[in-house]
């Protein structure tokens, strides 16, 4: 028996799927009311997961048997098939206690258990019947905070290294104008992408809207003389490429005796635990100091990443979501982690530096 689980909002919904996939004569083999996936599942909300197999025989020659007693109801419109738990207006079953509760809706927006089972430990026992999302939020910062690196001061050099595509140039643009924006102050840019010249004309042409000193650095040399001539704090744009690349080897000999030097490796939030472990070990040589996690609005979660930074004791050092110069950035604080892994659409995008 071919046998495969359609999730959707209604049973009516979920037979027509079954029907679509499998065809008329697939048998319903379970019924079940599971956490919507995603945010969905954080504000409470369920679905329906039905479990269907189309009939064959098995290796004996006889009748594959039935899985349940719902396994001989034939696929159909009419409401009184289902079970009545299942019934369009049924209601979802609670959860056995007001803590597995609070531990289901954390899982459903993406934690692991371990950690959702530490946010809710945090919470009182009075808070577990009736807890808002900012006691949550609270909650899980209080775990995160080693994450965060939160309102850090600028170094002498901040480089920003990572693969390709993943938002460099326009994380950068995005520290130095908000920068710009509230304190008056430019921090100094430099093009250090030699492989792509439109890298380097997008970080100029940003440079020049929001008043920055912009110097492209296209050899080793370059780059040593801008940063030992520059009077602001350098944002150095590099390229995406593979670290095995003789261009990184060089920058990592140029700054790594250098004091004053914090390195950023971009990385982009719908990242996968697997990725992040291989990106974390092919960039290892560069020494990474913190991460900047991008494109968090393409994410569905961003506890799998957070899980591999917190197994490497790296923190966050900026968030950012969308391609808005400079609204779509924030700093890492633990308040601002814990808004975006439970997506509170509170979280400020803008003037966060």
Do not use: C
Request: overall charge positive.
């Amino acid at each position: 028996m071919q046998v495969k689980k359609f999730r959707q909002a209604t049973v009516k919904e979920a037979l027509r799927a079954i029907r679509e996939d499998l065809g008329p004569s697939a048998l319903v083999l379970n019924t079940e009311m599971v956490s919507a996936s995603g945010w969905r599942g954080w504000v409470g909300m369920r679905e329906v997961e039905v479990t269907a197999g189309v009939a064959g025989q098995l290796s004996t020659g006889r009748p594959a048997a039935s899985k349940s007693r719902f396994a001989d109801t034939h696929l159909r419109e009419d409401a009184t098939a289902r079970p009545a738990h299942l019934r369009e207006d049924a209601t979802a079953r609670p959860a056995s206690t007001p803590r597995e509760n609070l531990v289901a809706r954390l899982l459903a927006s993406g934690l692991d258990r371990t950690l959702a089972e530490s946010v809710v430990g945090n919470l009182t026992q009075a808070e577990f019947r009736g807890a808002s999302l900012k006691d949550l939020q609270r909650a899980l910062a209080t775990q995160l905070e080693a994450l965060a690196a939160g309102h850090e001061s600028y170094s002498r050099v901040e480089v920003f290294i990572g693969p390709p595509g993943v938002g460099k140039t326009t994380t950068i643009a995005k520290i130095a104008a908000q920068e710009r924006a509230r304190k008056g102050q430019p921090l100094g840019l430099v093009g250090a992408d030699a492989f792509r010249a439109g890298a380097v004309e997008q970080l100029r042409t940003y440079a020049s809207i929001i008043g920055a000193p912009f110097r492209v650095a296209r050899t080793i040399e370059d780059l040593e003389e801008a940063i030992t001539t520059g009077r602001h704090s350098l944002l150095v744009d590099t390229a995406g490429r593979s670290p095995q690349d003789g261009g990184l080897r060089d920058l990592r000999r140029l700054l790594g005796s250098r004091r004053g030097v914090r390195t950023h490796l971009v990385m982009a939030g719908d990242t996968s635990a697997a990725s992040a472990r291989r990106i974390l070990d092919a960039y290892y040589d560069a020494r990474p100091d913190r991460v900047v996690i991008s494109k968090i609005d393409e994410a569905e979660s961003l506890s799998p990443l957070l899980g591999v930074l917190s197994e490497r004791n790296l923190p966050v050092s900026y968030l950012t979501t969308g391609q808005r110069v400079p609204e779509d950035l924030n700093r890492a604080t633990a308040e601002n982690l814990a808004g975006v892994v439970l997506r509170d659409s509170q979280v400020a995008w803008a003037g966060a530096v």
